[in-house]
């Protein structure tokens, strides 16, 4: 039985935890043992993005540290996993756990990669009947390469109509600190997601970042779209006749 | 002004080399040819026809000499009353003097006026690839020759084709034009512009009218 | 943020971002142009290959940066040409501007080079009582609204045809109609009257080839070929690091510039220009001067993590793929080089009060995706990011909250209260309907959007309550 460390981002932890109690489900139905390392808290990435590369090293080292006994580490959240797997190089590149580093981002995966690339799996016994539409999250979409996994995993959701979203691949303007320092134009930029996604007449909009969705539901809330946001583990751990509700 | 030129440039020269870390380059690498880059082109006269009408040259296939003289006559025929300045070649001089030119001005007498009608040159070569022409101010009578006039009418043989525009640029060296030639051009279709709501607008301020006669 | 170019910065983005009849011609601009590229590269068998292969030449370019440009030197000098290398803008100016009056210089018609703006070039030209003509269609439009490029390739694509019209029949003696084709007609007859009354042309250059000792010129409206052929005088003005070591790199240069440019297999002038006229030519300047500008360059080849910027050949691309252009558009930047390249190059040209581009970006990486010459944007944004926090500092409140933050993060046990803490708050604020408010502490989150619930338990929460149902 595998066995599979949790990697729950800060965020997801705080303002989304049902991404993560969805993802936890779905793994231990495809026959994962999972474990979540209590001691960790951030990979860092905020203050790294900020451009605070000395303030974020040591929280990166923190988390290298709780995780580099894990055989693997699985995360729902394709930035959070960029983050770890493509950015600690950088840096870390004067830490004494640069090759700690280095040999762990080779066995951190994003939750849809795992299910489909290490698991093998793409029916997760899961049931969603409501017309959906997916994001592409650029942190997934470019620094991961995620473009055909999530598609597999939905294409095999009993019920569920997959409309394409228009642009699919433009940023939905979240961007992190971008958000709020520049607030007008990354609300243009969901505005113009929003729109979109209204094209496609879809219930819910999915992805893999949980951060585009909660900038996405705040969005569509806020302009009164119909759509609402549902994470791509949501979606999956709904299990035959018995629906969920949209992320807490 | 001199003087400071030369200071500028030595301290330009050496901010480059502190950068670089090396006074002496590593010599470069061999020329690597983009094969693989482009699809193959295996009936280069086909493509360039092709690529002639998506660009909008005007292009005429000839059999002989006889049809060329023919259509270059139809051409002049059909231009507005004005003068027309023709590359000093004597091969140019033959056609013209057969196809019924009028009001000639020649490339060794100067530069071509702003109001002539058309202008008519060779080309040093023809790439199929993008359905160019290949000019260079030595071998087609100078740079305006190619450009002033609204249309430019060009003068060519079917053995001028070469496929890419590898080859064309291979060409320009093994024929010494950089040291001989101060310019040399591609040119590909009329003048252009979608600057305009990206509307594409053909003639702007080069040749609204490019004609290509080819003979077998 | 600090300094007044960030906070006009703000200020125009935003305005545009609320101008929806903006973003409408921009985004139909870039679809027309999405369209064109995608066509444009199925002429390609392998579009990676090329950019591989683009990487890879300006690589060889830059390397060996000194040499070439002391190759091509040698041969347009060997032509009859002079060649000016200018350390700075004021230099560069200066030299153009002195040799101009020098001269007797009256009218000069330019065709487009991004650097000559760099440079501030027409502003001088023209104290010094010269006529300056821009002879592209679009930076002739700009010119006459008075007005910066608003796009490094398209520079009027933020106008319709109604407002050019418009300019034109307020301008133009002889505006007869409002199509596309007229309208272009009026300007190919002012325009013309410039061409041959000019005493200098003026040009940039895509590339500096080094073995034929030639300048590149790439255009469609054969305005750069009749810059470069008809007054007596052609200036040639070009940053250093548009080398490219042999002519053949062209053949691959070349179509990638007009697909990733414009979508065009090629543009109509691919010119190459080594000297003045020759003995034997018909025609051509009797001068030809090449201005070698490094204003900052040198610089940046000096830091081998951002050497690459240098790379780009301007194609453009960057700019149409950035969904933070789209909204805010070209004029907000208020530098000459917008979009993703703009926000990366500027700090390093022009220094630290451009420091705020880096950070008006949401890092998509869109960018990098359609860089020709693969360079890294984006990751360049987060290293300037980095180099700002680093030189110039950030708000003191910024660097307090993130001492904090690293401290918090570097405890669970702290994490756990700090944030508990935060979540109760944020609870009770939002239950009685402070959401939004001047205590609302995520107000710049609520301003454009509803705010999250916040859930009673966090996930770690949930997990220790599962304890031995694994």
């Keep these: 039985m595998p066995r599979v460390a949790l990697f729950i981002p800060c965020f997801v932890d705080q303002l989304s935890p049902q991404v993560g109690i969805d993802m936890v489900q779905v793994l231990r139905r495809i026959g994962c043992e999972t474990y979540f390392p209590s001691e960790q808290t951030c990979c860092g990435q905020p203050a790294f993005n900020s451009g605070f590369w000395d303030e974020a090293r040591p929280v990166a080292e923190r988390f290298v540290r709780v995780f580099e006994n894990a055989e693997a580490v699985v995360c729902p959240s394709g930035s959070c996993t960029t983050m770890v797997r493509n950015f600690y190089r950088d840096l870390l590149a004067d830490s004494p756990l640069r090759e700690v580093a280095a040999a762990l981002a080779g066995r951190v995966f994003e939750f849809s990669e795992y299910l489909v690339k290490i698991a093998g799996v793409e029916d997760v016994g899961a049931e969603f009947p409501h017309r959906v539409t997916l994001h592409e999250s650029c942190h997934a979409l470019r620094e991961l390469h995620i473009q055909s996994e999530p598609r597999k995993l939905l294409s095999r959701v009993r019920g569920l109509e997959l409309v394409e979203l228009p642009h699919s691949e433009e940023c939905c303007g979240f961007g992190g600190a971008f958000a709020v320092k520049f607030g007008m134009i990354s609300a243009a930029m969901g505005d113009a997601k929003a729109a979109n996604v209204d094209s496609t007449q879809a219930e819910y909009v999915t992805a893999v970042d949980p951060s585009c969705l909660l900038h996405l539901e705040g969005i569509l809330r806020h302009g009164k779209h119909r759509a609402r946001t549902i994470h791509l583990a949501s979606i999956l751990a709904c299990e035959s006749s018995r629906e969920k509700g949209a992320a807490l | ?216 | 943020m600090r300094g007044t170019a960030a906070q006009e910065f703000l200020r125009q983005s935003v305005e545009k971002t609320a101008d929806l009849e903006h973003r409408r011609i921009i985004r139909w601009n870039i679809d027309n142009y999405d369209t064109a590229v995608n066509r444009g590269k199925s002429r390609f068998a392998d579009w990676q290959a090329a950019r591989d292969r683009c990487q890879q030449v300006k690589r060889e370019a830059l390397a060996r940066l000194d040499d070439y440009l002391l190759q091509f030197e040698k041969q347009v000098v060997a032509r009859g040409g002079k060649v000016f290398w200018a350390s700075n803008s004021e230099e560069a100016r200066n030299y153009v501007t002195e040799l101009a009056v020098a001269r007797g210089v009256k009218r000069i018609v330019k065709s487009k080079s991004m650097v000559t703006e760099e440079i501030h070039l027409s502003p001088a030209l023209e104290k010094a009582g010269i006529e300056v003509w821009e002879t592209d269609l679009g930076e002739y439009i700009v010119q006459l609204r008075n007005e910066p490029p608003y796009h490094i390739v398209t520079p009027a694509m933020h106008l319709t045809r109604l407002q050019i019209a418009e300019l034109f029949r307020a301008k133009l003696p002889d505006v007869t109609a409002d199509d596309h084709q007229s309208l272009v007609a009026a300007a190919r007859r002012a325009l013309r009257k410039a061409f041959f009354s000019s005493e200098m042309g003026i040009s940039g250059a895509n590339f500096i080839v080094a073995d034929a000792g030639m300048i590149a010129i790439s255009t469609n409206e054969g305005n750069g070929r009749l810059c470069t052929s008809v007054p007596r005088i052609h200036v040639a003005v070009t940053g250093i690091e548009k080398v490219v070591p042999r002519l053949q790199d062209l053949a691959v240069l070349w179509p990638v510039l007009a697909t990733a440019g414009t979508g065009q297999p090629i543009t109509t002038y691919s010119t190459l220009i080594g000297g003045p006229r020759q003995p034997g030519e018909a025609d051509g300047p009797e001068e030809f001067h090449v201005v070698l500008v490094d204003n900052g360059r040198s610089q940046l080849l000096a830091d081998p993590e951002q050497r690459e910027v240098l790379h780009c050949i301007r194609c453009g691309a960057c700019l149409n793929a950035c969904p933070v252009f789209r909204h805010v558009g070209g004029h907000s930047y208020g530098t000459t080089y917008q979009g993703p390249i703009g926000s990366v190059l500027t700090p390093h040209l022009r220094g630290q009060d451009f420091n705020h581009l880096s950070f008006a970006s949401s890092l998509c990486g869109a960018c990098a995706e359609v860089c020709p010459v693969r360079i890294s944007l984006h990751h360049h944004l987060l290293e300037n990011r980095r180099n700002a926090v680093r030189t110039a500092g950030q708000p003191w409140k910024e660097g307090m909250g993130f001492k904090l933050w690293s401290w918090a993060m570097r405890s669970a046990s702290r994490y756990r209260v700090l944030t508990g803490l935060a979540r109760r708050a944020a609870r009770i604020l939002y239950s009685m309907g402070y959401e939004g408010s001047w205590i609302d502490p995520a107000a710049a989150w609520t301003a454009y959007r509803a705010a999250p619930a916040i859930p009673r338990q966090s996930f770690r929460q949930w997990w220790e309550s599962q304890d031995g149902k694994r």
């Design chain 2, 1 to 216: 002004m001199e003087s400071a030129s030369q200071s500028s440039r030595e301290a330009i020269l050496a901010r480059i080399r502190a950068a670089l870390g090396t006074s002496a380059g590593a010599p470069s690498a061999p020329v690597a040819a983009p094969g693989g880059i482009f699809p193959p082109i295996p009936n280069p006269l086909e493509r360039f026809v092709a690529e002639c009408a998506a660009n909008f040259t005007e292009l005429t296939v000839t059999a002989n000499r006889v049809e060329t003289v023919e259509v270059l006559a139809r051409i002049l025929h059909e231009l507005p009353a004005g003068e027309i300045y023709v590359q000093d070649i004597p091969e140019l001089r033959e056609l013209i003097t057969r196809a019924d030119g009028k009001d000639v001005t020649w490339s060794s007498q100067g530069p071509p006026a702003e109001a002539c009608q058309a202008t008519v040159t060779q080309a040093e070569a023809l790439v199929a690839m993008t359905g160019s022409i290949l000019v260079s101010s030595l071998g087609c009578g100078g740079r305006g020759s190619s450009v002033v006039a609204p249309c430019h009418i060009v003068v060519a043989r079917v053995q001028q084709l070469v496929p890419t525009i590898e080859q064309a640029l291979a060409l320009v060296k093994e024929r010494g034009l950089p040291a001989r030639s101060s310019f040399v051009g591609l040119i590909t279709g009329c003048s252009r512009t979608a600057d305009i709501e990206k509307l594409l607008v053909i003639g702007a301020h080069g040749p609204r009218r490019l004609a290509v006669v080819l003979q077998q």
